[in-house]
């Protein structure tokens, strides 16, 4: 809405000292495209994302994730061609800049005042353009500083992993690791836009690329029954890198993350549910007791996994479904094992950060059936202990 349009409301004195509550709502627009070589022959799809400020080009800068320039090659010569090729429509600012890859980048909050001091020297406004091209690490660091220069640029992302295409990518957070916890420091900010390139993917390692597939996994248990079906079934040709069968899925996760971001009515987390957060009080925490060796997607799998089992004892989840979501998460390649940094009473310290991150009561999302999510406040720590017993018994028996 224009605010000239705004019709003229009857003010009330100025002198008044009558409380007001007013329930007010920003519209934002969330542009998710999918490409397959979006920085060849599909450059169009990200210059058309830049839109001119006025009758100025727009400006533009480039953050690359240093481990995905390495792997690539050529993605620093490509990005100055693209933008010599699109500079009718765009201005590159400055360099294109390379930061680490990987939990590095969220773990030394220097790098977050260096990335600010580029973006001041740079001049960079609030209808300029940081596009970020990288894993889920690099989204959220670089997508941070942006968010808190001049209150925020528009950040447009290029994720480069499974689990920053199916999840994190379309997310309107961002954060940095601060105290030793994760995501301490951050914002919400929803992205200007975000371009799913196939072609991005193809240096990624083995490890990581079915990291994504956990995420998928969680998704798909919460809201779609079919998607738990498909994801079993193609389990091993999704750990083989068959693109016909993985693309779609990471889709399909993005559409559902997507989805509930823009339809679910709480893209803010106000509320104290948080669905999408199923199976990560313990990722979160098994993450960071590993000291981040074990990645964000394993440590989901291994999460999911636990939650999935706690389901069954206590909330009715069938053992055959939670049986089942056990061997696809081994079938994706992953090792359900606890690492053995994560005592249990490290791990249930977990739980009281969690709340703590949300305020409020601990809220969790568990499951009474596939597609059947329940909200809980309470866990019965007897039981999540046989839970976390069952997925290392599992896990010792499939190595
Ligand atoms: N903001 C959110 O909503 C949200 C949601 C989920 C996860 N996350 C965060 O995302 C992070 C994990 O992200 P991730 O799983 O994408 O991993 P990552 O960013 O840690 O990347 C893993 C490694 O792969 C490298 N890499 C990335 N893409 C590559 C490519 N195409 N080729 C070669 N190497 C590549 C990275 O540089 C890094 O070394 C965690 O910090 C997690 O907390 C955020
Ligand atoms: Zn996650």
Redesign the pocket.
């Known amino acids: 809405m224009n605010p000239n349009d705004i019709e003229p409301i009857d003010m009330e004195p100025l002198d008044s000292t009558r409380p007001v509550d007013i329930t007010f709502s920003v519209p934002y627009v969330h542009r998710l495209r999918f490409t397959a070589d979006v920085l060849g022959q599909e450059q169009d799809v990200l210059a058309e994302l830049l839109e001119p400020s006025g009758d100025r080009p727009a400006r533009v800068q480039f953050w690359v ?4 320039a ?3 090659g050529n993605l620093i010569e490509q990005l100055r061609t693209f933008s010599d090729a699109q500079a009718d429509r765009f201005t590159r600012v400055g360099n294109v800049q390379l930061v ?4 590095e980048i ?1 773990n030394d909050i220097h790098i977050l005042e260096r990335m600010l001091k580029v973006m001041n020297a740079s001049n960079l406004d609030r209808r300029s353009y940081v596009v970020v091209i ?7 660091a670089v ?1 941070f500083a942006a968010a808190i220069a001049h209150r925020g640029l528009r950040l447009v992302r290029l ?6 295409q199916a ?2 990518g379309v ?5 940095v ?1 601060l105290f030793r916890k ?2 301490w420091i ?1 914002t919400f900010a929803p992205p200007w836009g975000v371009i799913n390139d196939a072609s ?6 083995d490890r ?1 690329f079915i ?2 597939f956990s ?1 998928a996994v969680k998704v798909a248990l919460l809201k779609d029954p079919a998607l738990v079906d498909e994801l079993c079934r193609e389990a091993p040709r999704i750990r083989r890198r068959d693109m016909n069968v993985a693309l779609p899925i990471i889709a399909r996760s993005a559409h559902w993350h997507l989805r509930h971001i823009t339809l679910g009515g709480d893209p803010f987390e106000a509320l104290e549910a948080r669905p999408l957060d199923f199976g990560h009080w313990s990722a ?1 925490k098994v ?1 960071s007791l590993s000291q981040f060796a074990i ?3 394993e440590a989901v799998a291994l999460g999911v996994a636990i939650d999935t089992i706690y389901s069954s004892l206590v909330h009715g989840l069938p053992a055959a479904d939670a049986q089942r979501v056990l061997i696809c998460l081994n079938e994706l390649g992953f090792s359900l094992a606890m690492p053995a940094q994560a005592d249990q009473n490290a791990l249930f310290a977990g739980l009281e950060e969690f709340r703590q991150h949300l305020g409020g009561r601990l809220t969790l999302t568990m499951l009474r059936g596939v597609g059947d999510p329940i909200d809980v406040h309470h866990l019965d720590r007897r039981r999540m202990q046989e839970a976390i017993q069952h997925v290392a018994e599992f896990a010792a028996a499939h190595v």
């Open positions: 994730d240093q481990d995905v390495t792997a690539r680490p890859g990987g939990e969220k990288g894993g889920g690490a690099v989204l959220d997508g994720p480069t992993t499974t689990l920053a999840d994190s997310g309107v957070k961002n954060a690791n994760k995501n951050g991005l993917l193809s240096t990624l390692s990581d990291c994504g995420e979160h993450e990645r964000h997607g």
